[in-house]
């Protein structure tokens, strides 16, 4: 039997067009046409007010911990179920993380938790919307309001995914904080090997996120010939990609609603097929939570606890099928245990313990999601057997 793997990077077929025409026009570094491109793609869509790619979301992230001016003491709340790039960015700049818990019913952060939180020395909160689920954005959005705190939102997973609040505006994730962060890393469902991208919806921060991008050089401006010359007027770092890396991404923009689509497709033929063992009780399906749409990032289940999920993940193995699983606990992790305030945060520790993640790509077939569905069957056919 073939081995099917986590995951696959789709390719539209342009790729290597783009890349060629990138090379062609003279211009490589940075900010080159497929950057524009790439800019106006998602500006318009979305209605983001200013987008810049980045070389990664880890370092999108980063520009939002300098341009929030987070200081040494300051505090930053965020899930604990989440990837490292999203604390190690406040890290840098000397920040503690506050971590929260997850929900009971979903990995996404307990937005109930987050007032008891808040110190006079918290600066910003950072939803991570898990598998392109939305946190409750307007519970967020009120308390940082009430308690004057900037929201980043970590969209590295949430492209193409949208939020209902109790306004009925329909809003895609990364518009509502102050500023988001995605990711186009191979992983993603939009991708160009490496890649990401700082949105900025509070426009105060427009002007110094392009500095901070320029190594904070106000070259962006010269470019623009609204400065005569440019020099070194704040501090920063090398952020921007290359237009070769835009010129692959603009190529998977192009295919964005098919790759969706068919996405969308594959979540919810393993949803429908592993329904029956979810009305069993044996295993928790994913869920979208109240205003959120779905992207089809991921699709996980839930096992009962650790034992059960390394027995499954032994299982599928064994016929072929890599299934994995994702974040451990970071209040728990070697570098954070000890700087951790010494809270438990059960929700986390059980998803870290039982959330087990499928294979999700553009060209998993019907009939890989059927074997890989009837795999699961037969080991909680097998273990029920047996106990
Ligand atoms: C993928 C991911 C990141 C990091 O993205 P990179 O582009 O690899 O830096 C950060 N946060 C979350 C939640 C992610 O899933």
Not at 20 to 48: M, Q
Not at 306 to 314: D, S, V, W
Request: hydrophobic share 40%; charged share 20%.
């Amino acid at each position: 039997m073939n081995i099917i793997g986590f995951n696959k990077p789709y390719l539209t077929g342009k790729e290597t067009t783009y890349i060629t025409d990138a090379v062609n026009s003279g211009k490589i570094s940075g900010d080159g046409i497929f950057t524009k491109k790439c800019h106006a793609y998602f500006e318009e869509k979305y209605g983001f007010k200013k987008c810049l790619l980045t070389t990664s979301c880890t370092d999108a992230l980063e520009m939002a911990a300098i341009l929030i001016n987070i200081q040494p003491g300051d505090e930053v709340i965020m899930p604990s179920f989440t990837f490292v790039s999203t604390s190690n960015a406040f890290i840098l700049r000397g920040a503690t993380i506050v971590f929260a818990d997850s929900n009971a019913t979903h990995p996404g952060m307990d937005e109930d938790s987050i007032e008891s939180l808040i110190t006079p020395k918290t600066k910003a909160i950072v939803p991570v919307h898990y598998a392109g689920v939305s946190c409750n954005m307007d519970k967020i959005m009120a308390i940082a309001h009430k308690h004057n705190l900037y929201v980043i939102e970590d969209a590295a997973q949430a492209i193409d995914a949208y939020y209902t609040g109790i306004d009925g505006i329909k809003k895609p994730l990364g518009s509502i904080g102050h500023l988001s962060a995605f990711s186009f890393h191979e992983t993603k469902n939009i991708m160009c090997g490496e890649g990401g991208m700082l949105v900025i919806n509070d426009e105060q921060f427009i002007k110094r996120a392009e500095i901070i991008r320029e190594k904070g050089t106000n070259r962006s401006s010269f470019f623009r010939g609204e400065v005569d010359k440019y020099g070194w007027v704040d501090i920063g770092s090398s952020f921007l990609p290359s237009d070769i890396i835009a010129a692959f991404l603009y190529a998977q923009l192009e295919h964005l609603e098919e790759i969706q689509q068919k996405r969308l497709t594959i979540w919810n033929t393993y949803y429908n097929l592993l329904s029956p063992l979810a009305q069993k009780g044996y295993i928790k399906l994913p869920l979208i939570t109240t205003g959120a749409t779905n992207n089809a990032h991921m699709f996980y289940i839930v096992c009962k606890n650790l034992e059960e999920r390394t027995a499954l993940i032994t299982h599928l193995k064994e016929k072929n099928i890599n299934a994995v699983f994702h974040y451990l606990s970071l209040h728990k992790s070697p570098f954070y245990e000890h700087k951790h305030d010494g809270r438990e945060l059960p929700m986390t520790d059980f998803y870290s313990d039982a959330l087990l993640r499928l294979p999700m790509y553009y060209e998993l077939s019907l009939g890989d999601i059927v074997r890989i569905s009837d795999t699961i069957k037969e080991y909680f056919n097998e273990s029920i057997n047996i106990k």
